[in-house]
């Protein structure tokens, strides 16, 4: 058993190392992609506050996918608000004491688990019945899918079937803080929860979830409509007038 909570303790400070370090890297990356030309999806906002705005209504909504399509931003929201109220919900084995917000959120933790395993459902049945998606979709997303649902089933299983020791779990988090490794439950379902749950964090930031933070360097997102006001040059075309 101290074979299994070591090598779980050195696997997830791997995923850590990699989700972080993997996540920076693009985002510089992102922030120093040049954008040479003014391309806001219209109708855009001619300000600066406007943009701001149509980025929450963006993160929070979905506006763009919900004109494009009804049926996906109905189980792309139903995901994304499940894992927002899991992601949430699990924040209680990482905190000591735990916040009063967090413990209000646990039971519709739960029925955010339930919608996550729905709306992942949803989006996966499309990509094998509506040919243009069909068209476009590769191995990889197929096996991106799957983990995401493998996690949701697992901790759900956990939760109705087959309990564990939530009190061990957290003991086990909270040691890896301080680097002092507590043992971790010989639960076979629960390893194979939080393996998938570590290989997540690992192909985050190399795969296309990493759409989240990409959202925010979108050119036809982040830009201001004021090509008649205010001339856009990229930093690289100004730096050639000025040679």
């Not at 779980?8 to 040479?36: D, E, W």
């Not at 996966?124 to 799957?146: A, E």
């Not at 803080?177 to 192909?203: G, N, Q, R, T, W």
């Amino acid at each position: 058993m101290a074979f299994l909570t070591n090598f779980y303790a050195f696997l997830f400070y791997f995923a850590a190392f990699v989700l972080v370090s993997g996540l920076a890297f693009k985002i510089v990356q992102y922030s120093r992609t040049p954008a040479p030309l003014k391309i806001p999806t219209t109708p855009a906002p001619t300000k600066r506050s406007g943009v701001v705005f149509r980025m929450m209504r963006e993160v929070v909504l979905f506006e763009s996918l919900f004109r494009g399509n009804k049926w996906t931003w109905i189980f792309g929201w139903m995901f994304h608000f499940g894992l927002f109220l899991v992601t949430l919900r699990h924040l209680r084995y990482f905190m000591e004491p735990v916040p009063f917000l967090i413990q209000l959120v646990q039971p519709f933790g739960i029925y955010g688990g339930l919608a996550m395993i729905v709306g992942l459902a949803g989006l996966w049945i499309r990509r094998f019945y509506v040919d243009r998606v069909k068209y476009i979709t590769s191995l990889s997303d197929h096996l991106i899918l799957g983990l995401l649902v493998l996690i949701g089933c697992t901790g759900l299983l956990m939760k109705f079937v087959f309990h564990v020791d939530v009190v061990e779990i957290k003991t086990f988090y909270q040691g890896l803080y301080s680097f002092d490794i507590k043992p971790l439950p010989a639960d076979p379902l629960l390893m194979l929860h939080l393996f998938l749950v570590a290989s997540l964090m690992i192909i985050f930031p190399y795969s296309k979830l990493l759409h989240a933070p990409g959202l925010f360097f979108s050119p036809t997102r982040n830009q201001v409509d004021n090509p008649r006001e205010q001339r856009h040059i990229a930093p690289w075309a100004k730096r050639l007038e000025q040679q």
